[in-house]
C-alpha cells in the first residue's frame, strides 16, 4: 500500500491516455487494474501552482498536489484553512460564487485542464461527484432522487432507471432498508440514511471522482461507522476526496492525507507517515491535537 | 465581636420590591399595552364583520318584499307575455344578422352594387317584414297591460309612503296630523281583474301569432347567398322551439295566483343567482349579484393571466439568474408599481392604455386575434392589464421569498450531479417552492378582486354577464363589477333602502370571497413549510 509521491516518470506515463480528439470530456480509458492491486496508484488529479481568491481575499496560496486515482485521499485541517474551498474547486462548484476568481496555476484530471477555455462546467460535475456536508436529499421520492442524474441527462427508459436506481442503492448500502419504500419521501429518512441516500444519488451518474464535505459531521458514530465502511468499499470503483474534521476519521479511511493552514498546502503524504511520523512540526502539533 | 458597632450579618438580598402601578409591573404594564393591541385589532374586525352582516342581512326581507310586490301588481303576469315577445325580438334580430351577412357577401364577394344586393334580398326583406309583424297582437296587448300592472304598483307604493308618513307624525306626537294622513288601501283582486281579464284576449293574441309565423316559416325564400342556408335552417329551427314554449307560457298564466306566497329564499337565490342587476327601473327592481361577479371574475382572470407569468418568472429570474447589479434595480421597480395610487393608474388607464389597445386592435394585420377590432376603450381587458400591474408586485415580492427559502444546499446538489442553471430551476426550485408560488399567486388573486378604482374607472361599467359564447373575444367587452358597484352607486342610495342594503350584500360576498382565497393561500402555504422539512 505504501506508494512515493508520484514521479515525473509517472505523470508522463498517463499522458498517453488523453484523448486529443475530445478535449471537453475526460477519457474514459481506466488504468489497467492490474495497477491499482499491485499497490501502484496512478496520478489522477494534478494541483499545480494554485492561487484561490474570494474576491481580494486570498483563500489558497500556491497549492501543489497530486491526488491518487482509486484511492482515498484526505483534505485534514483546522477551520478555514481552505481545505473545503480545494474541494470545491475539483468540480467548480465554486464557480456557483460571485467574485471567485483563481489568479494562478491549473487543476487537471487525466491531463485536462478542468478550468480550461472549452471545457464545460457541466460535464465536469457529471464526471466528478460531491456529497456535502449536510445531507441534501431533494423533496421528492427515494426513487426520484436517484434517478435525478439521470433524467437530467435524458435518460427516460423506466428499465434502465428501476436498474440504477437498484446499483446504486446497493451501491450505498441503503438497498436493504429502502427498497419497499422507494416512492415515500427522500426526507423521511433517518440523517445517516439521508446521507447515504446523497451517495447513492452521486454514484448513481458514474462519476470518477467522489468529492466528500465532511460527510459524516452531522452524523451520529454508528451512521459514521456505516459512511466510512462504505467509502472502504467505494475505492474499489472510485478516486475519494474527503475533507475532515475527525483525525481518526482521516486515519481510518484513507490512503494518503494532506494537511493545511492558512490556505497553504503544509505537508502531503501517506496517511500512516501524516499520523505516525509527520515531517513538519505545525503537522505534528495538529494531529497530535494540540492545537487547532 | 465584642464591639457593638460590629456591621449586622449580612443579608442575601435579591432586589428590592419593583414600583406598581395599579398592581402591575412595568413588565405586566407593557405586556398588557402589546395584548390590548392585539384584541384591538380582533374587535375591530369582529366589529367589521357585524356590522357587515347586520346591514346586509335585511335586504332579504326587503328583497322578498321587492318581489312580493311584483307578484302582488301583476307585473310578473304581464312578464309573462313580455318574455314571449322579447324572444321574438331576438329571433328576428337573427334574422337581421343574416340579412347583414347576405349583404356583405353579396357586395364584397359577388361584387353587387347595393341597390342590385338589395333588390336580390326583395324576397328575403319581405319575408322578414312579415315574421317580424307576427308578434303585433301580443305587442299590443303588453303594451296596454304595463300600464296598468305600473298603476297598481304605484297606488301600492304611494300607500307604503303614505303608512310611513303617519308613523313618523305619531312618533313625534302629532296624533291630528297623522289622523288626517288617509291610507287607501289597494285591492288587489279587483285591480288585477282587468289584467286577468285579458287571459282570453292573449289565448287568441298566442294563435294569431303562431299562424302567422307557421304561415311565414312555410313561406320561407331561398336565400341568394348559398353558403348561408345552414344558418337559415338554424334560424327556422329556432322558430319551431319558440313556439313549443307557447303552452308553457299559457299554462304559466292560467295557473297564476298573485296570493302565491314569495317565500325567503327565493330572496337569497334570487340574489346570488339572479341574472339581473337592474335599479331605478320603472317596471322592476333586481338585484342579482350574477353579472357582477362574473365581470369581477372575467378581470380577475385576465389580471392573473398577465400577472402570474410576469410576476413569478420576474422571481425567479432576479432570485435565481440576475447579477447583484440586476437585482438592485428590478426589485425596487417592481416593488415601486404598488406604490403608485389605483385612481393615477385608472387614469392611466383611460388615457393612455385604452386608447393604444384600441389603436392596436384597429390594426389591420391584426385582425387575426380574437376580439380584434374592438370599439370600447373602456373594457374587461384594459381594466385586467391594469390589475395585473397591482398584482405584479404582490406575486413577485411573495414568489421571491417562496423561492429564496428553498434551501441553498438543493441547488447545489442539483448543480453537483451536472444539472444546468435551467434545469435546476424547473427541476427542483420551482418544484420546491411551488407551494409558495400558489399561495403568492392566491394573494394576489385576492388583491385584484378587492381593487375597486382601477375597475370604476377603466372596465367600461356596463351591467351585463359578458357573453362567454363568443370565445375569447369575451375579453374586450365592457364589463361592471362587485367592487365598482358598491363605489359608484353607495354615494347614491338613500340610507336603509333596498339598494342601500343591496351593495352592503355585494360588500359581504366580497368579504366571503376574500376570506375564501386568504384560506386557501394559508392552507398551501402550512403544506409548503412541512414539505420543506
Known sequence: MVTVTPSPSLTSTAAPMETPAAPTKFSVTVPPASAAKSGVATTLINIENFD?????????????????????????????????????????????????????????????????????????????????QKSNPFPKSIYENIT?????????????????????????????????????????????????????????????????????????????????????????????????HSMQQAARCSDKTAFFYMGKLIEYDDTRNIFMNPANPQTEAYVSGRFG | M????????????????????????????????????????????????????????????????NIRIYRLAGLEYVDYMRQQQEDHTALTRYLFDVRLRTLKHLTEVEHCSLAEANARLASFDDFAGRYGDAIEPVRGLVSDLT???????????????TKIQREQLLSVGKTAEAAAVVIQPVDFKSELAPILGTLPAYKEAAVVVRKNLEASLATIPALPVHSLQPRMDRFKQLTRDYLATFPTTLHAMEIWDYTRPVPLWKSFTG???????????????????????????????????????????????????ASSTEQGLIKPTIEFISAIPSVVLGFFGIAVLGQALRAVSQIQSLNWIPGFPFSERLNALTAG?????????????????????????????????????????????????????????????????????????????????????????????????????????????????????????????????????????????????????
Open chain 2, 271 to 321: 340574489f346570488m343567482l339572479g341574472r339581473q342587476w337592474l335599479t331605478a327601473s320603472f317596471w322592476q327592481d333586481w338585484y342579482g349579484i350574477v353579472p357582477l361577479f362574473a365581470g369581477s371574475l372575467l378581470i380577475s382572470m385576465i389580471a392573473l393571466f398577465i400577472a402570474v407569468p410576469l410576476g413569478v418568472g420576474a422571481a425567479i429570474y432576479v432570485n435565481q439568474i
Open chain 1, 52 to 132: 484561490f481568491y474570494y474576491g481580494a481575499k486570498q483563500a489558497l496560496f500556491d497549492i501543489n498536489l497530486k491526488l491518487d486515482d482509486k484511492r482515498v485521499t484526505a483534505f485534514i485541517g483546522p477551520s478555514g484553512c481552505g481545505k473545503s474551498t480545494l474541494l470545491r474547486c475539483l468540480n467548480r462548484m465554486n464557480d456557483l460564487i460571485d467574485g471567485t476568481s483563481i489568479k494562478r496555476g491549473s487543476i487537471s484530471i487525466r491531463d485536462v485542464d478542468i478550468y480550461g477555455r472549452d471545457v464545460d462546467a457541466i460535464e465536469l460535475r457529471k464526471r466528478v461527484g460531491m456529497v456535502f
Open chain 1, 148 to 244: 435525478y442524474g439521470l433524467r437530467i441527462q435524458g435518460v427516460k427508459t423506466k428499465s434502465r432507471l428501476d436498474e440504477v436506481v437498484e446499483k446504486s442503492l446497493r451501491g450505498a448500502a441503503l438497498w436493504d432498508e429502502v427498497k419497499d419504500r422507494l416512492h415515500e419521501s427522500g426526507l423521511g429518512l433517518s440523517g445517516g440514511q439521508q446521507q447515504r441516500l446523497c451517495i447513492a444519488r452521486t454514484i448513481a451518474v458514474e462519476p470518477e471522482v467522489i468529492l466528500m464535505d465532511e460527510p459524516c459531521s452531522a452524523l451520529d458514530p454508528i451512521a459514521t461507522s456505516k459512511v466510512e465502511e462504505l467509502i472502504h468499499e467505494l475505492k474499489k470503483q472510485f478516486t475519494i476526496i474527503i475533507v475532515t
Open chain 2, 2 to 65: 465584642s464591639s457593638p458597632s460590629s456591621p449586622a450579618a449580612p443579608t442575601f438580598v435579591i432586589g428590592k420590591a419593583r414600583t406598581r402601578m395599579l398592581g402591575l409591573t412595568l413588565d405586566e404594564c407593557i405586556q398588557a399595552f402589546f395584548g390590548g393591541n392585539a384584541l384591538v385589532a380582533v374587535i375591530v374586525l369582529a366589529l367589521i364583520t357585524f356590522f357587515l352582516f347586520r346591514e346586509g342581512a335585511q335586504f332579504f326581507n326587503q328583497n322578498r318584499d
Open chain 2, 385 to 533: 392589464c391594469l390589475l395585473a400591474l397591482i398584482a405584479v408586485p404582490t406575486i413577485f415580492t411573495l414568489a421571491e421569498d417562496a423561492i429564496n427559502n428553498v434551501p441553498r444546499a438543493f441547488k447545489e446538489a442539483s448543480f453537483a450531479l451536472g444539472a444546468t442553471r435551467m434545469q435546476t430551476i424547473l427541476r427542483i426550485i420551482v418544484p420546491a417552492s411551488l407551494s409558495g408560488i400558489v399561495s403568492a399567486i392566491l394573494l394576489g388573486l385576492g388583491r385584484v378582486i378587492g381593487e375597486t378604482m382601477v375597475v370604476l374607472l377603466c372596465a367600461g361599467n356596463r351591467i351585463q354577464i359578458p357573453d362567454f359564447s363568443v370565445g375569447l373575444s369575451v375579453v374586450t367587452q365592457p364589463v361592471h363589477t362587485m367592487t365598482g358597484i358598491i363605489a359608484q352607486e353607495m354615494g347614491e342610495v338613500p340610507q336603509g333602502s333596498i339598494h342601500y342594503r343591496a351593495l352592503f350584500m355585494v360588500g359581504v360576498a366580497l368579504f366571503f370571497l376574500a376570506l375564501l382565497i386568504n384560506f386557501f393561500a394559508q392552507k398551501i402555504v402550512r403544506k409548503y413549510r412541512i414539505s420543506i422539512g
Open chain 2, 147 to 161: 300600464e296598468v300592472a305600473t298603476a297598481i304598483k304605484t297606488k301600492f307604493t304611494i300607500g307604503e309612503d
